[in-house]
């Protein structure tokens, strides 16, 4: 079962109305869903959903895996596989695909997304993708402990940071959660 277009308006509705601030980001990607092909197909231009996931442990830190190609850190995410029957189980199979991260053994911060953002993909004439938008849908995952499986060496090295040192409106969005959870009694 694939994500089905009108799911992915669903997500993206509930979201403006968490977000209203961020609407002008997502009426593209809503009048892309409604009337383009498959808005998670990774073949669907000039845009199509991604989804990560924003895994943090008890003290705050966030999980970065390294990403060989690029060789750079990020979070575990990616392109949403056909098999795929929710943007949430997507992020959740990146964090375990990428990371490790035992889908039984987190505890999601919600159904909506903690954060969307759109991402400007440069060509790859090799692969024949041209210039393209990623709608990165992000979810925020809750770990007991940063005790993962996965070793910090060879194709799945991860890391886990500060709040502070993840980039753009997501860090801001995770550092106000950070602070926040730290005034919860």
Request: proline fraction near 7%; charge should be negative; include cysteine.
């Amino acid at each position: 079962m694939t994500v089905t277009n009108n799911a992915v308006i669903g997500v993206a509705l509930g979201y403006i109305e968490a977000n209203p601030d961020e609407m002008d980001l997502l009426r593209s990607l809503v009048v892309l869903a409604l009337h383009g092909p498959a808005i998670t197909a990774r073949s669907t231009q000039p845009a199509h959903v991604t989804c990560r996931a924003a895994v943090v442990s008890p003290d705050w830190r966030v999980l970065e895996v390294m990403n060989g190609a690029a060789s750079t850190w990020q979070l575990p995410g990616g392109h949403v596989e056909a098999h795929a029957s929710s943007l949430l189980g997507a992020a959740l199979e990146h964090a375990t695909r990428h990371a490790g991260v035992e889908a039984n053994m987190v505890i999601p911060g919600g159904i909506m997304p903690f954060d969307v953002d759109a991402t400007i993909v440069e060509a790859v004439p090799v692969l024949g993708e041209p210039q393209h938008v990623h709608y990165d849908v992000t979810y925020l995952l809750h770990v007991e402990d940063r005790g993962l499986a996965v070793p910090d060496e060879g194709p799945n090295r991860i890391r886990w940071v500060d709040p502070g040192q993840i980039a753009g409106r997501l860090g801001v969005k995770l550092r106000a959660a950070s602070h926040q959870s730290r005034l919860v009694p």
